[in-house]
């Protein structure tokens, strides 16, 4: 009976969390196909816990802080290096190539790990070396997977200072160029993956 009731509340807060705005009594029990006194006694236990917000005045239900704080808390438990490392050392093995993982930090780029290129290629980052978003690859990578709104309020206002005669200087002609890279680098690692199971079945990687 209590694993039903949990099975219940988690099915409950699933519904909640996908919903684009907080939503009435009926609307979960619309969406959840529970019965009214069922959802009565879920979203008790579920304000009780924390784990539900509810606004007397609106009558409407949304996540509670609680479950914010579980996410925090298991993000932080999560080393994104660790984590990144064994495709990074893939890559390049693959590719030959500078490989590297940076995190945004406002308008710029904070690489936390590279792992070089056999063959100078060139400028290297270095941990801890920061860049503007318009002007490296790893900005140009993160952007391209951001949402379309959230990349419009970064680029608002933004100094899109000119470094070289290459460098991108409008927010139109970065966001184009951003997808352009991705599309392009993607499609590189797919022929050298395709080039590589075509002589050994086994090793073929999929990105």
Not at 13 to 40: C, R, W, Y
Not at 70 to 92: C, G, K, P, W
Not at 121 to 126: E, F, I, S, Y
Not at 179 to 203: D, E, N, P, W
Request: aromatic fraction near 6%.
């Amino acid at each position: 009976m209590q694993s039903s009731i949990v099975h219940k509340l988690l099915a409950l807060l699933n519904v909640v969390s996908e919903a684009q705005k907080p939503m009435t009594f009926s609307e979960i029990v619309d969406k959840t196909g529970l019965n009214k006194s069922t959802i009565h006694r879920l979203l008790s236990i579920g304000v009780e816990e924390r784990m539900l917000r509810s606004d007397s005045h609106k009558k409407v239900y949304m996540l509670g802080p609680r479950v914010f704080d579980l996410v925090r808390n298991a993000h932080d438990r999560y080393d994104i290096q660790t984590i990144a490392l064994a495709e990074m050392l893939r890559l390049h093995e693959l590719l030959d190539v500078n490989v590297t993982i940076g995190v945004p930090s406002g308008t710029e780029v904070v690489y936390l790990r590279v792992i070089e290129a056999r063959q100078s290629l060139g400028a290297v980052q270095r941990p801890g070396m920061r860049e503007p978003i318009h002007c490296s690859a790893s900005g140009k990578a993160l952007l391209a997977y951001t949402q379309d709104a959230a990349v419009h309020l970064l680029l608002k206002g933004y100094d899109f200072k000119r470094y070289t005669d290459r460098t991108v200087t409008t927010a139109e002609g970065f966001e184009m160029s951003s997808r352009l890279f991705v599309s392009m680098a993607l499609a590189k690692i797919t022929a050298k993956s395709m080039s590589i199971s075509s002589g050994y079945q086994r090793q073929s990687s999929t990105i």
